[in-house]
C-alpha cells in the first residue's frame, strides 16, 4: 500500500480489493489501540469492526489531506466511546483487575522469558487502565501507535499543549505506578 491516496481513491469507487488492503493494514493496529483503551481483545476486536465498517460507509468523509490512520483511529476512539455510553458508562475508566489482554504482540509462542513478560505486561495494563480516558488515548497512541503529536491532536481534538500534557502525566503515573515492580528508588 505505497500511495494510500490511491487506494482510498480506488475504495471509494467501489473497489473491494483496495478497501481490503485498508482493513489488512490498518486492523491490527486499530485493534491494538482499541485493546489499549478497553482492556479487553475479544471487546477490541468487536469494536475494530464497527471501526472498518463506519470506514467503509464513510469513505466519501475522508478529507483528501487527512491521513487515514488519523482517520481510522478518531473513528476507533469515537465507536470506543459509544461502546461505553450505550453500557450506561459515560466514562471509559477501567478497573484495574479487569484491564486483562492488553498485550502488544497478543497472539504468538511466549518465550521462556514468558513469564517475566507477562508479568510485565500485566502491570503495565494495571497502570493503564487507571489513567483517566484523556490520557489512556493519549499515551496508546504515543507510546504504542507511534503517533506524532499532531496526528494524536487531529485524532482526538484536543490542543496540542493538551495532549503534551496529557502524555507528560501520563508518563509520569506510569513511572510512579511501575517504580515498585522495577524495583527504582523514589530520587
Known amino acids: 500500500m505505497s500511495d494510500p491516496s490511491n487506494v482510498v481513491s480506488r475504495a471509494r469507487a467501489g473497489d473491494a ?15 491494538g489501540f482499541l485493546q489499549s483503551l478497553v482492556g479487553n ?14 470506514a467503509y460507509k464513510n469513505l466519501d ?12 483511529f478518531g473513528i476507533a476512539r469515537n465507536v470506543a466511546r459509544e461502546s461505553f455510553r450505550a453500557k450506561g458508562r459515560g466514562d471509559v475508566s477501567l478497573d484495574a483487575e479487569t484491564a486483562g489482554g492488553f498485550d502488544p504482540a497478543h497472539h504468538g509462542p511466549q518465550p521462556e ?10 502491570q503495565i ?3 493503564i487502565a487507571l489513567l483517566d480516558e484523556d490520557k489512556r488515548t493519549v499515551f496508546s497512541l504515543k507510546v504504542f501507535q507511534e ?4 496526528e494524536i491532536a487531529d485524532i482526538t481534538g484536543f490542543t496540542l499543549a493538551k495532549v503534551k500534557t496529557d502524555l507528560h502525566r501520563a508518563k509520569a503515573e506510569m ?3 511501575l517504580r515498585p515492580y522495577l524495583g527504582r528508588d523514589e530520587g
Not at 480489493?17 to 485493534?31: G, Q
Not at 468523509?61 to 481510522?72: K, M, Q, S, Y
Open 17 to 31: 480489493e483496495a478497501f481490503r488492503l485498508i482493513f489488512n493494514r490498518y486492523a491490527r493496529p486499530v485493534v
Open 41 to 54: 481483545y475479544e471487546t477490541a476486536e468487536e469494536l475494530a469492526q464497527e471501526t472498518f465498517v463506519r
Open 61 to 72: 468523509g475522508l478529507r483528501e489531506e487527512a491521513r487515514l490512520a488519523t482517520w481510522l
Open 113 to 122: 522469558a514468558g513469564v517475566l513478560n507477562q508479568e510485565l505486561n500485566g
Open 125 to 127: 495494563r494495571a497502570g
Open 147 to 150: 503517533c506524532s503529536y499532531e
Open 175 to 177: 513511572r510512579r505506578f
